[in-house]
């Protein structure tokens, strides 16, 4: 029997998710089959490269979504964004030192526990993240603000500093 709330409960934000899984599919070059999040259950799941593809991105109303991993590129990309730049020459040497022998996206998860520059590199993973989920309409209502003004202030162009004496 429907009630006057079931045309409500539709409308209702029933997507779960652990924004660490999507940082780890987005490093996940290391797999060679589709990563696929269900945001129903909030289940990651690695599915085989050769395995039947009878899950489509957006299936289930939306709640099944393909993940693909970051380009190679975006190692080399960390360096030119203007969170590196704001970077004092000492951090910047932490994290160009913590990357130099990092040729897989695969290789950055382990290295986000290492001091000041491995929680900077996951940082820039999560922007990452962050902005694909924004693109999917996953940032929940809550928490668009929140993640609007992080953006914001992230995304600045400016590099310089101001020296307060």
Known sequence: MKT????YTALLYDHKFDVDDVIFALCGDHHHGRWLLHTRNGTLTQEPADAPQNINDGDDHNHWHEILPLPK????EMLKTP?????T?????EVSTLLTNVKHLAALPPLFE???AGGWLRERVKDAALKWLDGRGLIPPSMKHVYRKQH?????TSGAKVVFE
Do not use: P
């Open 4 to 7: 006057q709330l079931d045309q």
């Open 73 to 76: 590129s975006f190692l080399a």
């Open 83 to 87: 969170a590196y730049l704001r970077l």
């Open 89 to 93: 020459d000492a951090e910047k040497h």
């Open 114 to 116: 290492q001091g000041f």
């Open 152 to 156: 914001a202030a992230t995304s600045a």
